[in-house]
């Protein structure tokens, strides 16, 4: 419908306000304040903030009403949904005092990296500034020793006088010459990534293996180039594990879980050129768990040979990975892959499911053009979800060489799918029995 020419003279100027708007159009914006109360402002627009901000600025879709012509990318003509913006890969931490466990406000000491720790309030504990919040029996380590009965030069001086349970604060300092691996018997926390480090890139040690359930938070792990693995979760006794805001620097291998039935949720980790796997389960029993979100692939990898079940959801594989970014290959693993972010050559196989149950949701797999490169394949035995469902966003596959490689001689329904190119066929391979369906026909062998 073509609007009368008085408002397509001022719509814009109403628009470009900052904290006005039109007919349910994008407000422009400087920041936040600028946006009602149900709206963020993102690159320069009121939102809608339900978790569906992009920080690369790649628009999505969303509900909205609208009529007449749409303006910028994105919006579209006539009345019913319209379109919005959705974030794939890690989501930006909210402000300070916004985020679930916070337990602070805006005019707390909020320098906008890791949002958690910098809304705390210090204390001086030990000769360090410390969180307030930090249990009055935690264990604080590199300030002076002398300085109070809970105060330790080493973390494995801490580790042997604490009880199960009890925290661990380690401060600022260049960890590299303790008795590794160290056996927690609870919470780690450091002061920062950038600030706690743990380990060595010259000495192959595990870093880390567990004695109870533990928390890992705020500090980097640096492994050896022959490290069998920084972090070792195993033994036939269950541990529930976390472990947040920790950068996993070069190393040979970066964790392990293997054995029982363990709980292991990781967020906002760094994983940087791990030389093997960034996360290897193996002879997990039915039962395990592992929850990764919010994290960074940096030329590292995933592999999976036991049973559990998995999720992924809103990680980032830059294109900087030179092998198969993730490996699934047990017949007992069940996985959901959701709003994940794929992206780049070189590489081989970017995500491989050999066996088991997976669902993919939402996520986007893009510029993977290098010769031979596959964005997922498919194994004989995997019973894969691939089609859009209710009111997800679909799967998208943009720019890529070859979008699958089905292995698996059955059909695999893949409507609602959108591919990287306008006939799907041609950025698909299939085995002998195989068989695709799109919403514009069905793929079947040559």
């Known amino acids: 419908m073509r609007r009368p020419p008085v408002l397509a003279v001022l719509l814009p100027l109403l628009v470009g306000v900052p904290g006005c708007g039109l007919f349910g159009l994008s407000v422009a914006c400087a920041d936040d304040t600028n946006c009602p109360a149900d709206l963020v402002c993102v690159a ?23 009529e007449g012509e749409g303006e910028g990318e994105g919006e579209g003509e006539g009345e019913g949904e319209g379109e919005g913006e959705v974030l794939v890969g890690p989501r930006p931490l909210k402000p300070c005092g916004q985020n679930a466990g916070d337990g602070c406000t805006d ?16 204390a001086s504990r030990c000769g360090l500034a410390v969180p307030s919040t930090l249990p009055a029996s935690a264990a604080v380590v590199g300030g002076d020793d002398n300085a109070g009965a809970r105060c330790f030069v080493t973390i494995q001086a801490a580790i042997d006088a604490i009880a199960v349970g009890e925290t661990i604060y380690v401060g600022p300092g260049d960890y590299n010459d303790e008795p590794f691996p160290l056996r927690l018997k609870g919470p780690l926390i450091g002061a920062s990534p950038v600030q706690t480090q743990i380990g060595s890139t010259t000495v192959a040690s595990t870093l880390i293996t567990f004695a109870a359930d533990a928390v890992i938070a705020q500090v980097t792990l640096r492994g050896g180039p022959d490290t069998n693995f920084s972090v070792r979760l195993e033994g036939a006794v269950r541990r529930v594990i976390t472990v947040r805001d920790v950068d996993l620097s070069p190393s040979a291998n970066a964790v392990f879980v293997g054995d029982s039935t363990h709980d292991l949720t990781m967020e906002r980790v760094q994983f940087n050129a791990i030389g093997g796997d960034a996360l290897f389960a193996s002879s997990t029993a039915a039962g395990a768990s592992v929850t990764i979100r919010d994290s960074v692939f940096n030329q590292s990898s995933i592999a999976v040979v036991g049973d559990a079940t998995m999720t992924l959801e809103h990680n980032s594989v830059p294109g900087n990975n030179g092998s198969t970014g993730w490996s699934f290959n047990s017949p007992g693993l069940d996985s959901e892959l959701r709003r994940n972010h794929l992206q780049g050559a070189p590489c081989q196989v970017v995500v491989n499911v050999g066996a088991g149950t997976h669902i993919f949701r939402e996520n986007l797999f893009e510029q993977m053009s290098t010769f031979g490169c596959r964005a997922i394949q498919i194994g004989e035995t995997a019973n894969v979800t691939l089609k859009r469902n209710g009111d997800d966003l679909p799967n998208r596959f943009v720019g890529n060489q070859r979008d699958l490689d089905v292995r698996r001689a059955a059909a695999l329904d893949a409507t609602g799918v959108e591919w990287s190119n306008a006939d799907p066929c041609d950025g698909i391979n299939l085995v002998a029995g195989a068989s695709v369906v799109t919403d514009v026909g069905t793929c079947s062998p040559p």
């Open 44 to 66: 320069a627009r009121c939102v809608e903030d339900d978790d569906g901000r992009r920080p690369d600025g790649r628009e999505g879709e969303g509900e909205g009403e609208g």
């Open 107 to 122: 005019v707390d000491r909020a320098s906008g990296n890791r949002c958690s720790a910098d809304c705390e309030v210090e």
